[in-house]
């Protein structure tokens, strides 16, 4: 027995598709469909709402066949040149950039089988479905670190009143200038000398994740140095309960020297970020703008060590805060601020 009523039922997807057909092949179909429902009675807006149409399309349409009969529901001529490159080459495209790889114009346009269009066109083709930008270099990451983040987030909710909590990370900053892009006059490229023997220095820091204290030390990337910065860290809240200093994995914070300094201060406690998860580490955007500080400037050692220091002496701890954005990190637990009081 056949049913009284049927109606239809597809996904939105088959929708949105029909009505992408309405408008594209069968374009001139839909304005037949117009014609005859305006005959049955039907005003421009219910046939508009009906249809998706605005109510002015629908008129226009209506006025046409009026005035034209069914020749006035085609297509006029279009002038200038017919479109190149159309949906099916733009699918081709984006299923190219899909891959990895280092994707230019010209290599675009041979493996697309020298398609026939200009570069000028096929980058115009490839503005629709991609950007130009640098690729996003990522750690492969610890497979137990959501078990890490956990341990830390849960010694951290057990400290008492007035413990502090520090990041700390260390950089390295060379004489050979780091290269930016920036806007730069036309026509000349800009030039930045090197010179003719590099040197490094390694830039220890620390932030206390609540006030934005900083501390930072110059030297060589070795625990001698590292524990010259907790000793920083430990004179700056010399009244405070307890002092956690969260660190990664370098093999100077696990050295035997490191481990005896915290047996002669029991008040101060390490704990061991994931491992390959820099991104945890708050300090990370801190040397970024050290970085683009000091980029595209050729200068003495000593000029580069004076800049470091500029950068740091020019920034209060607000700033450092919030360039830091430690709320962000998945070390501290929700309402780290409101829970925790600083010892200073």
Not at 54 to 62: H, L
Not at 241 to 266: F, G, K, M, Q, W
Request: proline share 8%; with cysteine; aromatic share 8%.
């Amino acid at each position: 027995m056949r049913p009284s009523v049927v109606f239809a039922n597809a996904p939105a997807v088959s929708i949105e598709h029909l009505q992408a057909q309405l408008r594209g092949r069968w374009r001139q179909a839909t304005r037949a469909v117009m014609v005859l429902l305006s005959l049955h009675g039907l005003s421009a807006v219910q046939i508009a709402d009906l249809l998706g149409y605005d109510p002015g399309t629908v008129r226009r349409w209506i006025d046409r066949f009026n005035r034209h009969g069914m020749a006035g529901l085609a297509d006029r001529p279009r002038p200038g040149r017919p479109h190149l490159g159309g949906q099916r080459l733009t699918d081709r495209i984006a299923a190219l950039l899909a891959r990895p790889g280092p994707w230019t114009i010209p290599r675009l346009w041979r493996l697309l089988n020298r398609p026939r269009l200009s570069r000028r066109t096929l980058y115009r083709r490839v503005r629709l479905v991609a950007l130009w930008r640098r690729p996003k270099l990522i750690a492969r990451g610890d497979p137990d670190r959501w078990r890490v983040l956990a341990d830390i987030t849960a010694r951290l909710r057990a400290l008492p009143r007035g413990a502090v909590v520090w990041a700390t990370d260390e950089t390295h900053v060379h004489l050979l200038p780091h290269i930016r892009a920036g806007w730069t006059l036309r026509p000349r490229r800009p030039e930045v000398a090197t010179p003719g023997k590099n040197r490094q220095v390694t830039v220890f820091g620390a932030l206390e994740m609540t006030t934005g204290r900083w501390v930072y030390r110059l030297g060589r990337r070795c625990a001698a140095d590292f524990l010259c910065l907790l000793d920083q860290v430990i004179a700056a809240f010399p009244t405070a309960p307890a002092i956690v200093v969260i660190c990664d994995n370098d093999s100077i914070h696990h050295a035997r020297t490191v481990t005896a300094y915290l047996v002669e201060h029991p008040r101060l406690e390490l704990l061991y970020g994931a491992r390959y998860s820099p991104h945890d580490n708050p300090v990370e955007r801190v040397w970024a703008g050290l970085k683009a500080f000091i980029a595209n400037t050729a200068v003495t050692w000593p000029g580069r060590l004076r800049q470091i220091h500029a950068f740091f002496r020019a920034r209060s701890p607000d700033q450092l805060l919030t360039a830091a954005a430690p709320w962000t990190s998945p070390w501290l637990p929700a309402g780290y601020k409101r829970n925790f009081w600083n010892a200073a």
